[in-house]
Each structure stands twice: as C-alpha cells, then as structure tokens.
C-alpha cells in the first residue's frame, strides 16, 4: 500500500504480479529502498504497524456486533443488547 500511496516508479512493474511471486520481486527489486527494509526490520523482529480507530462506547460496540442501530437499544444494557 505504501508504493502505491507514494505513486512508487519501481512498483508499477511488478505491481500485476500475483502473491508469491510478486514478493520474490519486491525482495529484489525494492532491495535498498528504506521503506522496504523498514518493514522486514518489523516483521523479522515481531512488530506490527496497527491503525487506530476512534473510540465508541460499549454500549455502541454491543449494538454492531449485534448488527443493530444504537438509537433503536439505547435504553438498553450492554448485556441487554448482547442477549438479543
């Protein structure tokens, strides 16, 4: 996602490539580009880049997992709402 957000010039050949394959060539291909070595250093040491997301109450947690609309089970518990 990265080359492709940078509009990489190196990317576009290799970017139809399927999996296995296209990961054999990046290896190559992107060898001494810092992005790239800045992503095997987190993978080969166990560290993973996580987006986060805005914080939502509870209640509205148990509503999506539900599959409901917070309006229709707000005067509802979490466990209320769960147990539906």
């Known amino acids: 996602m990265f080359c492709r957000g940078i509009k990489c010039v190196r990317h576009v050949s290799i970017e139809e490539l399927k999996k296995d394959e296209y990961l054999k060539k990046k290896a190559a291909h992107c060898k001494d580009c810092n992005a790239w070595q800045f992503l095997n250093w987190l993978k080969d040491n166990g ?38």
């Open 47 to 84: 560290y993973r880049i996580v987006k986060t997301v805005p914080e939502i109450s509870s209640k509205e947690l148990a509503a999506h997992i539900k599959g409901m609309d917070i309006v229709h089970v707000e005067d509802l518990t979490e466990d209320e709402i769960l147990s539906l």
